[in-house]
């Protein structure tokens, strides 16, 4: 079946740094979300991504959806304290109801 | 977006029972999901809950272990059945009000002894 593979899998950064991460797919998606879980809740939905070579952004977070429709990154600027917790990319599978399939996430550590 | 909470937030459960876990969405949503995520994993689809019907559950889950109700738009349960240690996890229900999006609820923490 299809699978999200999301790099790294763990960031340790100094606040104030800047912090990329990515998916990609060995087949094509329509549609890109990333997601961020705090400890003990659920995941909360940062962006999504509808259209091949969109960038949006959210506050100091921009996602780009790749133009080969294959791929996906999230970029963090001048990262804080709050921003700690796994980022997760997921992206609905062609023709299969709606249902998404997850990265294995991104776990983000952020030094003060 | 949607506001999904779950209850109960965590529990405690004996091997060889069964928990049920509610699932409620503060407005209407077209669909309605159930994950499963295991300590330091990902999230995996266990079943696609149908307003009114059986649910559809993905490869590696059954009915008979999982199984799913959901009496309208905004509600489903999750039974989690013949409980043992490896079914320890976080349970999470979804809903989405359209085809790509989904919004989450806060989890089920859920240990098996």
Redesign the interface.
Known sequence: GQQLNQSPQSMFIQEGEDVSMNCTSSSIFNTWLWYKQDPGEGPVLLIALYKAGELTSNGRLTAQFGITRKDSFLNISASIPSDVGIYFCAGPPYNQGGKLIFGQGTELSVKP | ?AV?SQKPSRDICQRGTSLTIQCQVDSQV??M?WYRQQPG?????IA?ANQGSEA?YESGFVIDKFPISRPNLTFSTLTVSNMSPEDSSIY?C?G?TS?????????T?LLVL
Request: charged letters at 10%; a neutral charge.
């Open positions: 977006s999904i077209t669909m999901f994993q990902s999230l995996t689809l696609t559809t999470l979804s989405s085809v790509e999006t989904q919004y989450f609820g806060p989890g923490r």
